[in-house]
Nanobody, 118 residues
Framework: QVQLVESGGGVVQPGGSLKLSCAAS????????MGWFRQATGQQRELVAS???????DYGSSAKDRFTISRNNYKNTLDLQMNSLKPEDTAVYYC????????????WGQGIQVTVSS
């Protein structure tokens, strides 16, 4: 069974930085897309950033120029470096891994809280 374990969340002041990490286990992760999504209270879940196993990245509009996603295919880990954090970045952040070719799958981590507040 695939498991995704997130770490690195917490409370940070506006303008600060935080790094989220996600460790995947229990499966084979070739030809997959790994990503970070977030969901603020009362809002829909949205894409923060994603990266394919080949290294192609995609960023949501809120993350461009401030966040950097990186992936280690050997360790099956995913990181999100977040800089210049704003109060509106406050949300639960979820790690996701999905494969759209057979065998397909889509898994989520349990979520980790990030709070940006002075």
């Amino acid at each position: 069974q695939v498991q995704l374990v997130e770490s690195g969340g917490g409370v940070v002041q506006p303008g600060g930085s935080l790094k989220l990490s996600c460790a995947a286990s229990g499966g084979s992760f070739g030809a997959t897309v790994m990503g970070w999504f977030r969901q603020a209270t009362g809002q829909q879940r949205e894409l923060v950033a994603s990266v394919t196993s080949g290294g192609t990245t995609d960023y949501g509009s809120s993350a461009k120029d401030r966040f950097t996603i990186s992936r280690n295919n050997y360790k099956n880990t995913l990181d999100l470096q977040m800089n210049s954090l704003k109060p509106e970045d406050t949300a639960v952040y979820y790690c996701n891994i999905r494969r759209r070719v057979t065998p397909t799958f889509n898994y989520w981590g349990q979520g980790i809280q990030v709070t940006v507040s002075s």
